[in-house]
């Protein structure tokens, strides 16, 4: 027994031993700096920086980034000119979820609008398209027409507006034409309608035919709305404590797709599918 408990004590004695010397040991080594793998991470440090210090002179110097944004005040009538011009005579155009190149847009305006004066055509970015006219009844005609389709995809239009930015532009908002059936003869003033349009979405313009007044079976307007949403069936006029309840009826509202969210075409027809 006494030489078990003996023998059961060296390795005590031995750990302790042992323990001291390791300690000794280590303090030396990180006194000496020769703990093991610090030379080969200092080596590969030094060789990190040298690898850095090589690609910023292969990019030179780094740019500062400047403090002020310059500004550019561009008060030149030539561009008020521009602007009035093509908020008279242009529109802007896609067909949903297709992008034709601008010889098929050619023929396809020529043979589906026949336009009596010539139309200059600027082809942009996510298959928008802007078409100028030379003549105002030519656009009035074609913006007030419709539906448009280049085979079975859906023509979106809109009348042309400053700083109309492609990537930006959505199609949850598309204009719409509204007839308002049986529309007393006192709210076919433009201020009443254009309250209504706003009421309903963004008033865009008139027809011609409600302008004129002959034909008062119903008015007619373009909307810019929201289609992502339900469409109200009616509204409610009031004036002077009487109040109306007017239907309203929407004229070609452009197919959805459920799968890319895009107008004028259905799932079956979606072209992620092509």
């Not at 991470?41 to 030094?46: I, L, R, Y």
């Not at 302008?211 to 810019?224: M, N």
């Amino acid at each position: 027994m006494e030489a078990m408990a003996s023998r059961g004590k060296k390795p005590l004695e031995s750990t302790k031993g042992t323990s001291g010397r390791g300690k000794e040991t280590m303090e030396e080594e990180i006194i000496g700096g020769n703990i093991e793998g610090t030379n080969d991470t200092k080596d590969k440090e030094g060789e990190d920086k040298k690898q850095d210090t090589k690609e910023k002179k292969q990019r030179g110097p780094c740019k500062p980034k400047a403090k002020i944004t310059p500004r550019v005040v561009l008060n030149d009538p030539a561009l008020q000119a521009y602007r009035d011009h093509m908020q008279t005579y242009a529109i802007i155009c896609k067909f949903m979820a297709l992008w034709p190149t601008e010889k098929a847009l050619q023929n396809w305006i020529k043979y589906h609008w026949k336009p009596k004066g010539s139309i200059d055509l600027h082809l942009g970015s996510k298959g928008f398209f802007t078409v100028v006219f030379m003549n105002i009844e030519d656009k009035d005609k074609f913006f007030e027409g419709g539906p448009y389709f280049f085979a079975t995809v859906g023509l979106y239009m809109r009348p042309w507006i400053m700083n109309f930015v492609l990537e930006r532009e959505t199609f949850t908002s598309v204009p719409v034409w509204v007839s308002l059936y049986s529309l007393p003869l006192d709210y076919w003033k433009n201020e009443s309608l254009m309250a209504i349009g706003n009421k309903l979405g963004r008033f865009v313009k008139i027809s011609k035919a409600t302008r004129r007044g002959k034909y008062i079976s119903f008015a007619r307007i373009c909307v810019e709305m929201d289609l992502s949403g339900a469409l109200p069936d009616e509204v409610i006029l009031e004036a002077f404590d009487e109040e109306r309840v007017q239907t309203v009826d929407y004229e070609h509202i452009p197919f959805r797709c459920h799968r890319c969210h895009e107008h004028g075409h259905l799932f079956r027809g979606c072209p992620q599918d092509q």
